[in-house]
């Protein structure tokens, strides 16, 4: 099963794979906040995280604050999101995908454990390994 990414943005990302970060966080601020935003919070405050980073970045649309951890991964064993996309949706409220909100309903707003395999699974399609220049 394919991983699905939310909360790529092309912001600050502007070098990065436009496959991955296909999202506009300005195009995402002006759609309409989700009602039921504290749950989905708690949703994705709830995955595991399977990459961390150490550090942080700006926050790329004020320049005001720092976010800890930006760059660090989390996932629900189908999904996988930056750890600043929850600095993101509660500070600006930004609409999210609807698919991606469906799914959260769905799981009435419990993430779910992820088995160590499938988090294995995911960093690998998430980072395939490439072969060495030297080889």
Same mark, same amino acid.
Not at 98 to 108: G, Q, S, Y
């Given at each position: 099963m394919m991983i699905r990414r939310v909360g790529f943005f092309t912001e600050g990302n502007e070098d990065g794979d436009p496959a991955v970060y296909s999202e506009s966080l300005t195009q995402a601020m002006d759609g309409?906040? !989700?009602?039921?935003?504290?749950?989905?919070?708690?949703?994705?405050?709830?995955?595991?995280?399977?990459?961390? $980073?150490? %550090? !942080?970045?700006?926050?790329?649309?004020?320049g005001d604050e720092w976010v800890g951890g930006?760059?660090?991964?989390? $996932?629900? %064993?189908?999904?996988v999101w930056p750890v600043d996309l929850v600095h993101y949706l509660s500070r600006y409220h930004i609409a999210l995908p609807?698919?991606?909100?469906?799914?959260?309903?769905?799981?009435?707003y419990q993430a779910p454990v992820v088995p160590d395999e499938r988090a294995r699974e995911i960093m690998v399609e998430l980072f395939p390994k490439r072969p060495s220049p030297w080889s």
């Open positions: 309409p906040p !989700a009602p039921d935003e504290d749950r989905i919070l708690s949703y994705l405050n709830g995955g595991e995280e399977i990459f961390s $980073t150490m %550090g !942080a970045e700006r926050d790329v649309i004020s930006a760059g660090s991964l989390v $996932t629900d %064993g189908e999904w609807v698919d991606f909100l469906a799914h959260v309903r769905k799981a009435e």
